[in-house]
């Protein structure tokens, strides 16, 4: 059983940064992959960025490349969401969720753990 805890959304304008943790209970924290996903209101929840549990294998929505970068510090058990030059269409819930693999996967499906969101609000 892995419980995972979101922390670091708030308001921000267009333009700015926010960086999302996601703390992660358990002790074979590396032997998962860890995704990050959002929904915003009145829509589905759709995936953001993953990574593998050894972190070097990231993927990404195309409409975060260049602007958002996974991370993960497994010393600490977090994985790590820095997303810059956010947009209006960024505001959502940010979820962080778990899987007991290698792989990284893009759809939610295939994830076991999912911790309780945080909110992310870009103003214009």
Known sequence: QVQLVESGGGLVQVG???????????????????G??????????EF??????????????????????????NAKNTVYLQTNSLKPED??????AARPTALVYSSANYY???GQGTQV????
Do not use: H, N
Request: proline content about 1%.
């Open 36 to 45: 990050w996903f959002r929904q915003a209101p009145g829509k589905e929840r």
């Open 16 to 34: 700015g940064s926010l960086r999302l943790s996601c703390a992660a209970s358990g002790r074979t924290f590396s032997q998962y992959a860890m």
């Open 121 to 124: 609000t870009v103003s214009s």
């Open 91 to 96: 505001t959502a819930v940010y979820y962080c």
């Open 48 to 73: 953001v960025a993953g990574i593998s549990g050894g972190g070097v294998i990231k993927t990404y929505a195309d409409s975060v490349k260049g602007r958002f970068t996974i991370s993960r510090d």
């Open 112 to 114: 076991d753990y999912w």
